[in-house]
């Protein structure tokens, strides 16, 4: 019977079948997956098929996992070499940021773009606790937004104790199965709590965010919209290491100079110090951010001090 992991607890899976009913389920001897390193063998979004042990325990044998759509990994907190994947089978992954409480970095907000474009699924951009923006928050929020809109990418901007923005972000989560990342303390589940009352997620508690950094959330777990679709809480990121790419691929995973990249004057262009560089170009006239090439370079110099 088909099913699908809704959470991961240990070497439990929480799972639900076709007919909507739901069952613990444990994998049953090692099956090989893919030829990636993962620190897990599945995750929560995979499709996979069970045999029904106990009726009444409601307890259920995974026996197989069908190929995955796409998903999302992350490097492994204990060893660099391995990767842990966060979730599967996506329609979007989207990164909940604040400007202040905690602070969200352009620089962390680029890697993760990067990284969605890298698994090919589609990144919106949250801006949460608008509440708190003063006149240079609300103006830096303005650049962000049409920096980032200028690329391709769609901006929400929300408060969830003033609940501003909401009914936009449902629209967009309406029908699709997504992602929700960030760092600690931005307001993920604040904002599943907002759009979905009923689902009643543990949050920081009232007296804020405490710049500790203590994830409150601790594992990632898909909850059915009740008007359609699906989502992924996760536990609050700290960084974000971007594995197994080159310095040649890099532009391709910024939209706005994939576009472009057929205009440099040399094929393996690295749009740095090359001559004829549409990309260079493009930023001098403007067309390009300048502060996402920033955030391109500071990613090529960061794949350089790699040394494996
Ligand atoms: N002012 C303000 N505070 C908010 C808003 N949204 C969430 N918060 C507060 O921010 C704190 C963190 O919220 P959480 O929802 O627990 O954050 P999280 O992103 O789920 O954090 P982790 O689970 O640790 O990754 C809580 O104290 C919330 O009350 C908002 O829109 N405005
Ligand atoms: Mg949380
Ligand atoms: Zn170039």
């Not at 971007?242 to 100079?257: A, G, W």
């Amino acid at each position: 019977m088909k099913a699908t992991i809704y959470k991961s607890t240990g070497s439990w899976y929480t799972v639900k079948d076709e007919a909507g009913q739901w069952h613990n389920a444990r994998m049953k001897g090692i099956f090989k997956i893919d030829s990636i390193t993962s620190t897990n063998p599945i995750a929560v979004g995979d499709q996979v098929e069970i045999d029904v042990e106990d009726e009444a325990e409601n307890t259920a044998i995974i026996t197989e996992i069908h190929p995955r759509r796409n998903y999302i990994n992350r490097q492994s907190p204990r060893t660099k070499h391995q990767h842990h994947i966060v979730a599967s089978n996506l329609d979007q992954s989207v990164l909940v940021a604040t400007l202040k409480e905690p602070k969200t970095s352009q620089g962390f907000i680029d890697r993760f773009l990067v990284a969605s474009e890298m698994f090919h699924v589609k990144a919106i951009i949250v801006f949460n606790k608008a509440d708190l923006f003063k006149k240079k928050e609300q103006e830096k929020f303005e650049e962000m937004k049409e920096m980032y809109e200028k690329a391709g990418y769609k901006v929400f901007l929300t408060s969830t104790t003033e609940n501003t923005g909401i009914e936009a972000l449902q629209d967009q989560l309406k029908d699709k199965t997504s992602l929700i990342s960030g760092h600690s303390g931005v307001g993920k589940s604040s904002l599943l709590n907002v759009i979905f009352p009923e689902m009643n997620l543990k949050t920081q508690g009232i007296s804020g965010w405490s710049g500790k950094g203590q994830h409150t959330t601790t594992f990632a777990e898909m909850f059915d919209l009740p008007f359609g679709g699906r989502i992924i809480d996760t536990p609050g990121m700290r960084e974000f290491g971007l594995v197994d790419i080159s310095k040649q691929e890099i532009s391709h995973y910024f939209p706005e100079m994939r576009s472009r990249l057929n205009d440099c004057q040399f094929n393996n262009c690295l749009h740095v110090n090359e001559p004829g560089c549409a990309i260079k170009q493009a930023v001098i006239d403007a067309e390009i951010s300048e502060d996402r090439y920033v955030s391109y370079v500071n990613i090529m110099e960061s794949i350089e001090e790699k040394t494996w």
